[in-house]
């Protein structure tokens, strides 16, 4: 076998795999496989001047390459079991948390020291949500931001880069299982190893389907989150963006009983379009450094669609809504709050007209003709409730990008060592359907490098 461990995918569970293989066995031969580019090469066109909006690249810079998808994100360390994964029913809940820890502290000596560690311990407004029907989740948040964010990663690369071999634009074809080992295919190539971990996150959703598929590994898929993305005036959360920074609260819809949710807070940030699979979807980011911040906080309002049988393709159900945005906006569309209570579409003039600036060029239109009502019904609900624990939130000129989808890969069956049925074969972070956040594919990475290290 030419490798010890191969890894497929440069994310932070790959990246945190490779990073604590070379802690406890620095004697082993690792590879790792990256379908985009290393990180000095990542580059989306998008630069709001020439480009102003997704030319959909064979590779999304911001998906692909060394970092994965969290190298442009906000960089928020959730070190918590309440949201962005299940990792804790794995590998129980004291080790996951402790694993988060530990890669926290690998971020600090790597470039994050000094970032601000944020808690929702003790806050006063868990108190106020509870009398306002909102319920604040508990967590610690690392803000590393964009920028640090990215320092991180450079000093993470610049420690592997020595030890292991990078293999960047070299998108892996498929897994084949072989006498002590696997094959791993890329194009004409054949690179064989020992053990192989799979950490190829959203992007490679698709691509892990037919790996299931091929290795006849059992997959179970049931769930994918709708919704928008809010963007206001900063000043209208500052009260809680100062002191908690995020603030994950959930909602419970007197219409419907659905559960709504904030998630992905960003204090005097951007919002930004993703690409996944060649869908034009939202997101939000924001930079540590002032000298970048913008006057405007976004997060996404989601509510988590569950299906149950005989419906299995809930993320195909996402993709459908979302490809009904990009065909009547060509891609993300933006309205105001104002505008969609009155049924009304947004325009040019009514965007321009606003209190607000958007941070992003999307296209005016109306929300309502590619959300479903439900779905629709609860973001408003919600808006409202928000309204009275931060006042503000429900004005006219608020604006909604469209639509956010959260997809979820297909949970892929695995043992508490996050090993799949192929002894050997260990599936990990986003990829896995098992966790959602950089804290929790970062952490599994962690949990089976140290499977491998021991059992080697
Ligand atoms: C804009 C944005 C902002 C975000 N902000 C936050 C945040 O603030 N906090 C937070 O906790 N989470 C955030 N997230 C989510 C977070 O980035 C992910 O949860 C995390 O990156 C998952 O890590 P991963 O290693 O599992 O997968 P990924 O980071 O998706 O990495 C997977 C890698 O595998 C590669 N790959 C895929 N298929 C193949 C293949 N066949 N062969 C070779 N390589 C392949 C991909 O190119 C990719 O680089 C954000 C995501 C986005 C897009």
New binding site residues.
């Given amino acids: 076998m030419k490798y010890d461990v191969i890894i497929?995918?440069?994310?932070?569970?790959?990246i945190f795999a490779a990073y604590e293989l070379m802690q406890k066995r620095a004697d082993l031969k690792v590879a790792v496989?990256?379908?985009?580019n290393a990180l000095n090469k990542r580059r989306c066109p998008i630069d709001g001047d020439k480009v102003k909006s997704c030319v959909r690249c064979k590779s999304c810079s911001?998906?692909?390459?060394f970092g994965?998808?969290?190298a442009?994100?906000?960089?928020?360390?959730?070190i918590t079991n309440d949201f962005?994964g299940t990792l804790y029913e794995y590998i129980g809940k004291k080790k996951a948390l402790e694993l988060m820890r530990y890669v926290d502290e690998i971020n600090l000596r790597h470039g994050g020291e000094g970032t601000k560690l944020y808690t929702t311990a003790g806050s006063r407004f868990k108190t106020i949500c509870i009398q306002n029907d909102l319920h604040l989740l508990d967590a610690s948040v690392r803000h590393l931001g964009t920028d640090i964010n990215f320092i991180v990663l450079e000093n993470l690369y610049a420690y592997l880069k020595e030890r292991v071999d990078f293999f960047f634009n070299?998108?892996?074809q498929s897994v084949r299982c072989v006498d002590g080992g696997y094959e791993v295919i890329c194009g004409d190539e054949v690179h064989e190893c020992r053990n192989c971990i799979v950490?190829?996150?959203?992007?490679?959703s698709k691509?892990m389907e037919t790996v299931c598929r091929d290795l006849e590994i059992p997959t179970k898929s049931n769930r994918v989150d709708i919704g928008v993305r809010v963007e206001l005036p900063a000043a209208v959360f500052a009260h809680l963006t100062d002191e908690l920074y995020e603030s994950k609260i959930v909602y419970r819809t007197e219409k419907y009983g659905d559960r709504v949710r904030t998630f992905?807070m960003n204090p005097r940030g951007a919002v930004?379009s993703?690409n996944t699979n060649g869908i034009i979807t939202v997101?939000g980011?924001s930079y540590e450094d002032p000298a970048r911040q913008t006057e405007n906080t976004n997060f996404a309002l989601l509510v988590a669609k569950h299906f149950s049988e005989p419906f299995k393709d809930s993320n195909g159900y996402g993709e459908s809504i979302a490809r009904l945005s990009n065909m009547l906006g060509g891609g993300v569309i933006v309205q105001r709050f104002g505008d969609l209570i009155r049924g009304r579409r947004s325009t040019a003039s009514r965007i321009e007209e606003a209190f607000i600036t958007p941070t992003m060029n999307a296209t005016p239109g109306d929300l309502s003709l590619v959300l479903p009502k439900r779905i629709l019904d609860g973001i408003i609900e919600m808006i409202y409730a928000l309204d009275k624990v931060a006042p503000g939130t429900a004005n006219e000129d608020t604006l909604l990008y469209g639509v956010e989808v959260k997809f979820y890969n297909m949970e892929v069956e695995v043992n508490e060592k996050l090993e799949s049925r192929h002894e050997g074969l260990y599936i990990i972070?986003?990829?896995s359907g098992i966790?959602?956040?950089?804290?929790h594919?970062s952490a599994s990475g962690v949990h089976v490098a140290r499977d491998i290290a021991e059992r080697i």
């Fill in positions: 497929i995918g440069a994310g932070p569970g790959g496989f990256e379908a985009g911001i998906m692909s390459g994965g998808a969290g442009f994100s906000d960089g928020k360390y959730n962005g070299t998108p892996v950490s190829v996150g959203r992007s490679g691509w992905c930004v993703e997101n980011h972070g986003d990829g966790t959602h956040s950089l804290s594919a």
